[in-house]
Nanobody
C-alpha cells in the first residue's frame, strides 16, 4: 500500500516562498508517477505539477516559472519549490501518485490512485 505524507505548508506573504515535501513509502514499481495538486475552498482540485513515469515534468500554466517540482528517487521524496507566491496560490496542497502515468496524466486527479492528507498553504498580507 502506497503511503504519502506531505509537509512544508504554512502562511507567507505575497512574493514569498515555500517548499513542500512529500515522503512516499510502500511502492516498488519503477514506473511511479507523482504529482502535486491543490484545492482551494469551493474550488475543484487541480493539478499543479507532475513527473510522469518517464521523468517528464509538466506544470499548469499559472505556476510555470514560479514553481519547481523535483524528485529524489533514492529517498522516495517529492518536492515542490514555490516562489513568488500569490494569494491565488492559497489552497490545500496534496501529493499524489500512481503507476504508468504520463506527465499529462500527472495533472489529472482522476488518474491518480494514491493521495496524501495534504498540507495547507496560505498566502496573505
Amino acid at each position: 500500500q502506497v503511503q504519502l505524507t506531505e509537509s512544508g505548508g504554512g502562511s507567507v506573504q505575497p512574493g514569498g516562498s515555500l517548499k513542500l515535501t512529500c515522503v512516499a513509502s510502500g511502492y516498488t514499481s519503477r514506473n511511479i508517477c507523482m504529482g502535486w495538486f491543490r484545492q482551494a475552498p469551493g474550488q475543484e482540485r487541480e493539478g499543479v505539477a507532475g513527473i510522469g513515469m518517464d521523468g517528464v515534468i509538466n506544470y499548469r500554466d499559472s505556476v510555470k516559472g514560479r514553481f519547481t517540482i523535483s524528485k529524489d528517487s533514492a529517498e522516495n521524496t517529492l518536492y515542490l519549490q514555490m516562489n513568488s507566491l500569490k494569494p491565488e496560490d492559497t489552497a490545500m496542497y496534496y501529493c499524489a501518485a500512481d503507476e504508468l502515468r504520463t506527465s499529462t496524466q500527472a495533472l489529472e486527479w482522476a488518474f491518480m490512485d494514491y493521495w496524501g492528507k495534504g498540507t495547507l498553504v496560505t498566502i496573505s498580507s
